[in-house]
């Protein structure tokens, strides 16, 4: 007789049979040979919008890839539905390893860096001449995060219609950095007129080929630029505040867009991202900085072993005394520098 509650043993224990039989656990994943590549194109809560061919398709992790990152630019893997139709849902079941990534903290005292952009080799600094005023110590943390990563910078100067950009030019020309300068780029209803249109032609020019990446900080008229460049695909933009002088953040994620001919053929990409307030450079090893200094690495030659650039024999004074270099470069090196050995010792 079987017995129940507090009297019964293993023995009263129904139990029934499996009739597949046990199967062993096993850490092996499928290899998803059928899956299909594409390119991350923007990414908003745990939503990932791909182009795949022709195609924007959404998608999620699979659960495989655990925490690892997927940001704008990444080459992926998917399965599921690829379809494209507005309730389909596809998988990243991998990621493909980067051929760069650019990287920023917070700030140089935040350990914790982020990812901005995967896979693009160009890093367009955009800088307005007035309204708001230029920022040169921004531009140079970006050079640094760009030679961080592997990218070639360059130099977008908008809003010459406001102010000269000749004093910015002549900063920046020792660098052999490549530059722009834009005027006339205004957000209003209809076709452009010419002179407009120059303007973004005179840009395109240096990034057909190329997947570029624009950074700056907020109402600098990267927005601007990207609506002209593709007008199909227009994003909200804003003005600067009167009061305080800063631009109104209008772009609030990364987006990817491909760079089209007249006959919709792509000939690259362009990655507009939200306006930043900082670009820490806590990731950045300290004696690496100088590579974003073109114009005063070549004085480091006389300077003692393991110089910091900011003692009494420094050779840099001479150099820059020389006239090799814009004293105010060697300033914000030294700027950067003091930054970055202040939080190392906290």
């Avoid at 809003?159 to 950009?165: F, G, N, P, T, Y």
């Avoid at 933009?237 to 631009?247: C, L």
């Avoid at 840099?316 to 003091?338: M, Q, T």
Wanted: hydrophobic share 35%.
């Amino acid at each position: 007789m079987r017995r129940y509650g507090k009297h019964t043993d293993e023995d009263d224990i129904r139990v029934r049979p499996d009739r597949r039989g046990s199967r062993p656990r096993t850490h092996r994943r499928p290899a998803h040979e059928d899956a299909v590549e594409g390119m991350v194109t923007t990414v908003d809560r745990g939503r990932l919008t791909c182009r795949v061919g022709d195609r924007a398709v959404v998608a999620v992790k699979a659960r495989e890839l655990g925490r690892k990152g997927v940001v704008v630019g990444d080459r992926v893997a998917l399965v599921g539905d690829l379809s494209g139709d507005r309730d389909a849902l596809a998988r990243i079941v991998r990621v493909e390893r980067r051929r760069s990534a650019l990287r920023r903290t917070a700030d140089d005292d935040d350990p914790y860096e982020r990812v901005v952009v995967a896979n693009a080799d160009q890093l367009a600094i955009v800088t307005a001449l007035a309204d708001p005023p230029p920022r040169p110590r921004l531009i140079d943390r970006c050079l640094v995060g760009a030679y961080d990563a592997g990218l070639e910078p360059l130099l977008i100067l908008t809003k010459a219609d406001l102010a000269s950009a000749d004093a910015m030019v002549k900063t920046y020309a020792p660098l052999g950095i490549r530059h722009v300068v834009t005027t006339g780029l205004h957000e209003e209803e209809g076709e452009p007129d010419e002179a407009t249109r120059r303007v973004i032609a005179s840009v395109r020019e240096l990034l057909v080929g190329r997947t570029t990446v624009l950074v700056g900080h907020s109402g600098v008229g990267k927005t601007t630029l990207v609506n002209g460049l593709v007008p199909e695909r227009r994003r909200a933009t804003g003005r600067v505040n009167e009061v305080t002088g800063r631009g109104r953040h209008t772009t609030t994620s990364a987006l990817a867009l491909p760079l089209s001919d007249e006959e919709g053929e792509p000939e690259g990409w362009v990655i507009d991202t939200p306006g930043v307030r900082s670009f820490g450079l806590h990731h950045v090893d300290p004696s690496r900085v100088i590579h974003a200094f073109p114009d005063l690495e070549p004085g480091t030659e006389g300077c003692p072993r393991a110089c910091g650039h900011d003692e009494p024999d420094c050779a840099l004074d001479a150099w820059v005394a020389a006239g090799h270099a814009d004293p105010r470069r060697l300033e914000s090196l030294r700027r950067l520098l003091a930054t970055r050995e202040r939080h190392e010792g906290d």
